[in-house]
């Protein structure tokens, strides 16, 4: 696992675990306790997860065409 991996996984589960308390069990399902602001956490790190995930695709594909250019060149 990269470096950048698990620094991306820490910042998820410090999220996670700041909102944590703010959650109880209610007959087997999760259920919010009314912390005020814990929606609105919730979706501005959903938006920035999801800002994350778009910028690694991209660098995914310019990865896979820098791949796709190489194997065609002749070994140096």
């Given at each position: 696992?990269?470096?950048?991996?698990?620094?991306?996984?820490?910042?998820?589960?410090?999220?996670?675990?700041?909102?944590l308390h703010c959650l109880h069990d209610n007959d087997g399902r999760t259920v919010s306790?009314?912390?005020?602001?814990?929606?609105?956490h919730l979706r501005r790190e959903h938006d920035r997860v999801t800002a994350e995930i778009a910028q690694l695709q991209g660098s995914r594909q310019v990865l896979e065409t820098m791949l796709a250019v190489g194997s065609e060149l002749p070994p140096a």
């Open positions: 696992m990269a470096v950048a991996d698990i620094g991306c996984r820490l910042i998820v589960a410090s999220a996670i675990a700041r909102i306790s009314g912390c005020p602001g814990m929606t609105a």
